[in-house]
């Protein structure tokens, strides 16, 4: 079975080398980028398994170069964890999941936790989901995609477990300790903060798309997808 491979982008040697001796360690295949534009080429060459994106690049900084890898067809659906430094960290968390990054590390990290945080992200790419939301909307897991129709758009692999995770409870509540345990593996806990920023885009990804239905919030407790009406037969 080939080892799932890990793209390092992150302009320091010594923290490269850290995260490339961890991985080499565990099994992965692990592939470096110093900048931006070196982490383009090679994704779009050969996408990988999980991209580690530090923010403080030369030049193109990471939550710009996050934000061009999205719009790379290629890279879309690679997980992206976004590794930042302290200082300001609700506001680069922020900037960096707005970008497309699906996690944020927030450096010095425990490696512990950021192998762990890894393995969560691969494991949810194995994860089938229901295939769909209602008479108009699909998920097509194998791309990682929302259909409705002749159209489709890109979900990251964090927001397709989120949109999957409502979808398999809707019309009822989804607590945000569920979208925390189920979502993000229980790796972390992430605040209201973060998850009403992957709600808010679901919300805007389906609205492209000309869905009817809705993700209502419950100030406080969770969200709800409530799907589309179904039209009456006849």
Same mark, same amino acid.
């Given at each position: 079975?080939?080892?799932?491979?890990? &793209? *390092?982008?992150?302009?320091? +040697? +010594?923290?490269?080398?850290?995260?490339?001796?961890?991985? !080499?360690?565990?099994?992965?295949?692990?592939?470096?980028?110093?900048?931006?534009?070196?982490?383009?080429?090679?994704?779009?060459?050969?996408?990988?398994?999980?991209?580690?994106?530090?923010d403080?690049?030369?030049?193109?900084?990471?939550?710009t170069?996050?934000?061009?890898? #999205?719009?790379?067809e290629? +890279?879309?659906? %690679?997980? *992206? *964890?976004? &590794?930042?430094?302290?200082?300001?960290?609700?506001?680069? @968390?922020?900037?960096?999941?707005?970008?497309?990054? !699906?996690d944020?590390?927030?450096?010095?990290?425990?490696?512990?936790?950021?192998?762990? $945080? %890894?393995?969560?992200?691969?494991? #949810? &790419?194995?994860?089938?989901?229901?295939?769909?939301? !209602?008479?108009?909307?699909?998920?097509?897991a194998?791309?990682?995609?929302?259909?409705?129709? /002749?159209?489709?758009?890109?979900?990251?692999?964090? /927001?397709?477990?989120?949109?999957?995770?409502?979808?398999?409870?809707?019309?009822r509540?989804?607590?945000?300790?569920?979208?925390? $345990?189920? =979502?993000?593996d229980?790796?972390?806990?992430?605040?209201?903060? %973060?998850?009403?920023?992957?709600?808010? #885009?679901? #919300?805007? @990804?389906?609205?492209?798309?000309?869905?009817?239905?809705?993700?209502?919030? =419950?100030?406080?407790?969770?969200?709800?997808?409530?799907?589309?009406?179904?039209?009456?037969?006849?």
């Amino acid at each position: 079975m080939k080892a799932e491979s890990i &793209l *390092i982008v992150d302009p320091e +040697s +010594s923290s490269r080398e850290l995260l490339r001796g961890m991985l !080499d360690a565990h099994g992965y295949q692990v592939e470096t980028a110093v900048d931006g534009a070196a982490a383009l080429a090679i994704a779009r060459a050969c996408p990988p398994s999980l991209i580690l994106l530090d923010d403080g690049l030369p030049g193109r900084d990471g939550v710009t170069t996050c934000a061009r890898l #999205r719009r790379d067809e290629r +890279s879309q659906n %690679v997980p *992206i *964890i976004m &590794l930042t430094v302290a200082g300001g960290a609700t506001a680069k @968390k922020i900037a960096a999941l707005e970008s497309g990054a !699906d996690d944020c590390v927030t450096k010095p990290y425990d490696p512990a936790e950021l192998l762990a $945080r %890894v393995r969560a992200h691969l494991r #949810r &790419l194995q994860r089938s989901a229901v295939p769909a939301i !209602d008479a108009s909307l699909q998920l097509d897991a194998g791309r990682r995609h929302a259909v409705m129709a /002749e159209r489709a758009v890109a979900l990251t692999h964090r /927001e397709y477990a989120l949109l999957d995770l409502l979808a398999q409870n809707a019309a009822r509540l989804t607590s945000r300790a569920a979208i925390a $345990r189920d =979502v993000w593996d229980g790796a972390c806990e992430p605040d209201a903060n %973060v998850i009403e920023v992957y709600i808010r #885009r679901l #919300r805007h @990804k389906l609205r492209t798309l000309g869905y009817a239905g809705r993700i209502r919030t =419950v100030w406080g407790v969770g969200y709800m997808l409530e799907p589309a009406a179904t039209p009456p037969a006849g």
